[in-house]
């Protein structure tokens, strides 16, 4: 009975490349004290490193050869018969190159799947945008439980790193239009790679515009359906009026954007333009996630938002775990009344 339920407890955390702690690796070890049987790593051997996406899709080779030698320590704790599978998947591991770049599967409820390209830093080309952070993971999570805040509406995803949240929304929740934006040169690149990656396609006749269009269902990619995608370099600090009115959001999303007080400043700045910009429009809904790591940060970006009048108020924690398999007290979703 154990390994049915193991394997998709390993499974899940792994193609996500999540941190080893978390997985349960005492439930797996008092399975292997209790039967002899090795078919139960066998199981989790194939739900992990040998998975088609993890095939061709690895995530680091180092982390791969770290979780690979945790499996074996608790094969060899324990008296169950030697399973050769194992350290030949190691030994085919440990002859890899080491790459910069890895790639992290996040198994969606749907059955779909968000694959991304990540970098093995977590700085890289000088920016933190390159990797994908907890409150994007836990954004993620709460769209997926409240769709219909997304359904039918253009969103505005500031700060969209390499696009982890908004690549789950779109499969999930079906938006009209999808804006992605950022600022650095290297994480758009790679942002636009990670929507290729995934089944989108960028329309031929310009590279800001992309339409989704799922692998192998080219004919249906005309199916109004499928939201308009659009990635769009955003400056907070100098972005025009004009831009800002061109994108006519009704939903606003940012996660993790509050780490830094220069950043607050430009964020707060730009949510003041887009509110005296929308004339006689409904406001758009907005809504940021952030872990709090410093609460002088967490402090100061309250006391920024009350200084220019924006009104907040905080999302009750969501319920159900999909991408964070360990608990995370930290990240808070914050509404905005802009």
């Not at 209790?34 to 995530?59: E, G, N």
């Not at 659009?230 to 100098?238: P, Q, R, T």
């Not at 950043?263 to 758009?284: E, F, N, V, W």
Request: negative net charge.
């Amino acid at each position: 009975m154990a390994g049915p339920r193991l394997g998709p407890r390993f499974q899940r955390p792994f193609l996500a490349a999540r941190q080893l702690c978390t997985f349960p690796w005492p439930e797996l070890e008092q399975n292997l004290r209790t039967s002899a049987d090795s078919s139960l790593l066998r199981d989790i051997l194939h739900a992990t490193v040998l998975h088609p996406l993890c095939v061709k899709y690895p995530p680091s080779a180092k982390y791969r050869r770290c979780f690979l030698t945790e499996l074996i320590k608790k094969h060899e704790s324990t008296a169950s018969e030697p399973l050769d599978e194992l350290y030949d998947t190691l030994a085919d591991v440990l002859n890899e190159e080491e790459s910069t770049h890895c790639y992290k599967n996040y198994l969606l409820p749907t059955g779909d799947c968000v694959t991304l390209s990540e970098s093995v830093a977590i700085i890289s080309g000088g920016t933190t945008g390159l990797v994908t952070w907890d409150a994007a993971l836990y954004l993620a999570e709460w769209a997926i439980e409240n769709s219909a805040v997304f359904s039918n509406r253009t969103v505005l995803e500031l700060g969209s790193g390499i696009g982890f949240t908004g690549i789950a929304i779109c499969k999930t929740c079906n938006p009209k239009t999808y804006i992605f934006s950022d600022y650095h040169h290297c994480v758009l690149k790679q942002l636009t790679e990670n929507i290729r990656l995934n089944g989108f396609v960028l329309e031929p006749e310009t590279t800001q515009h992309v339409q989704t269009q799922t692998r192998g269902q080219e004919a249906e990619a005309t199916n109004s359906q499928n939201p308009k995608l659009i990635v769009a370099e955003l400056d907070w600090g100098s972005v025009t009026e004009k831009q800002l009115l061109d994108l006519q959001p009704d939903v606003i999303i940012a996660a993790d954007v509050v780490y830094d007080p220069e950043i607050i400043l430009a964020l707060i700045g730009m949510l003041q333009k887009l509110s005296t910009l929308r004339a006689d429009r409904k406001p758009p809904e907005v809504y940021v996630a952030f872990t709090i790591r410093n609460p002088d940060t967490y402090h100061l970006f309250q006391a920024e938002l009350a200084k220019v009048g924006i009104g907040w108020q905080i999302i009750p924690a969501h319920s159900n775990s999909i991408f964070l398999c360990d608990v995370q007290p930290n990240v808070t979703i914050l509404q905005l009344f802009i």
